[in-house]
């Protein structure tokens, strides 16, 4: 069940002149979160920005005693909104509703879990790798941006005993390029008998090489989606992508609770 | 003091005036984990046509200064699978559910109808003639007084729910549209859906919404929703259903003093979908304050009397 709480602002880093994280005080919604489910905020009262935004939950963060206590969002600050969630102060109030979707569908040790993220799509991975890690399975997180400054939190996945994967697009750091290069090599390495699960997020031309690569190698594939949403809740129809039913047809269906998380294959890009 | 809530609509009658709006609630079910719903006035499902329809392509939605455009499409699973899958939830809820028409033809309305009619648990028809977002049907009719009264009438031959045109501000004389769906034996008119808008993206030059123009509603219509209610007051005598960019208690009773018997909400419950109780406790409070027993007695009394301009004329 979502829950919907004013919650107070724990703490805002910001890790560069547009990306933050904001902790938010919301014990219920972080003990009921799992990963790859998302929260729908809204930074400030007011008519202007109008609708709440859709984030995926970034971490779950913990009291002294243990309890799950916060959660926090990863943003980019790319309008007004996400400009509100860049300037908030400990304290602030913020609308949270949640946690909304689909989650991603864990593998167990058996497996490997390969994690595709490029640039705020990281956001889902951290919750993903502490619960994937915590069942003894083996990680990998490729991770491609624009330049060596938006790569964040590596030494947390690093600690959680997560392989890194990195590339940058103007080859400051890791491989220049897109992640789908070396993803796309590693698959092409491994052993067809040894199970891979693929988990990807990021823009959703990303996702797409992403699918492609995945569909190349015989590799499943989930993906968590991004699309303008209006209520997270199935009310409004907006967010819809054209996903392949059971009947072979594709149907437009509603990410914020079919997804967001999907199987790539399933899905029209 | 426990003053009455409840409403008239026809032989309808809502335990308070307040309405999930149709479009913005998906079929009600999609809330039952955060509403009460049981504890809304009525639910207004989403547009139901005779078959699936997929809608339009994304992006459906874009946000404009205290308001959203949409172009949804009318996507839908069709009259049928909602009697089937959803209307049974509704009815084990406690629903009292307002199911939205739609048609591309005068005989699917009727048909749509027909099967609502014959279904255990709808409580009243709300016919949608004023979709701004499809090519074909819906807003045809809702845009000629021909075309409305020839809908609402053909409908009203075949059923005996109550039957609730939902009118277009997209005219110039919204009232005239009220008066012909009262003439065809409308048991309410609902209004306003939403304002023919578009947004464009000047860098790309290309259009926001994929269909490129889509319907405006929220705060910034509201204004313009509250004076078509008060003009087809004036014209009409069966219950109005006003809606437009309602967001608080305030607002509602701003569309109940100019004429709305009941209200609807649509793009505040995208903002906050817990906002129900909040609505029902400040029009309580409302009324208590102002010593007003039912909800009933508010309905229409602006008093337009010549405000105190003697110092003018001294």
Known sequence: MPIDVSAAVVSNRPLSADYNVVALAAPAIAAAAAPGQFVMVKAAPGLDPLLRRPFSVFEVLRDSGGAPSAVSILSKRIGRSTAQLYDLRPGDRVACLGPLGRPFALVDAGTEAWMVAGGVGLAPFMTLAETLRARGVAATLFYGARAAGELFYLDAFRSLGVDLVLSTEDGSRGERGRITAPLDRRLAARAAAAPVMLYACGPEGMLAATAKVAAAHGRPCQVSVERIMGCGLGGCYSCVIPVRGDDGRFHHVRSCIAGPVLMADRVRW | ?314
Request: glycine share 10%; net charge negative; charged share 20%.
């Open chain 2, 1 to 314: 003091m426990d003053v009455d809530l409840s409403v008239r609509i026809g032989s309808l009658t809502l335990g308070n005036p307040i309405i999930a709006a149709s479009g913005c609630f998906g079929y009600g079910v999609e809330y039952a984990g955060v509403v009460d719903l049981a504890s809304l006035g009525a639910v207004a499902v989403k547009g139901l046509f005779l078959s699936e329809r997929e809608g339009h392509p994304a992006p459906r939605i874009v946000e404009t200064p205290a308001g959203m455009l949409n172009a949804i499409g009318l996507q839908g699973i069709g009259v049928r699978r909602f009697v089937d899958e959803k209307l049974p939830e509704l009815r084990a809820r406690g629903v009292t559910a307002i199911v939205n028409v739609c048609g591309t033809t005068l005989d699917e309305y009727v048909e749509v109808s027909r099967i609502l009619s014959d279904a255990d648990g709808v409580g009243a028809i709300e016919l949608n003639i004023s979709c701004p977002n499809i090519k074909a049907g819906g807003i045809q009719f809702g845009c000629s007084l021909e075309g409305t009264y020839g809908v609402v009438s053909a409908v009203r031959r075949v059923t005996r729910l109550p039957v609730i045109p939902k009118l277009t501000p997209n005219v110039t004389d919204v009232a005239s549209f009220a008066h012909a769906a009262e003439d065809a034996g409308a048991d309410a008119v609902s209004l306003v859906n939403t304002f023919l808008a578009m947004a464009i993206d000047v860098e790309t030059r290309r259009p926001k919404l994929s269909n490129v123009v889509g319907g405006l509603s929220g705060p910034a219509i509201r204004p313009i929703a509250v004076r078509m209610v008060y003009e087809c007051r004036q014209a009409i005598g069966i219950p109005i259903v006003g809606m437009g960019g309602i967001a608080d208690a305030r607002d509602a009773l701003e569309f109940i003093i100019a004429g709305a018997a009941a209200v609807q909400i649509g793009t505040a419950s995208f903002v906050d979908p817990c906002i129900w109780p909040r609505l029902l406790d400040g029009i309580r409070a409302y009324l208590s304050r102002h010593r007003i027993d039912r909800i009933a007695d508010l309905v229409g009394t602006l008093d337009t009397r010549a405000l105190d301009n003697e110092w003018i004329s001294s």
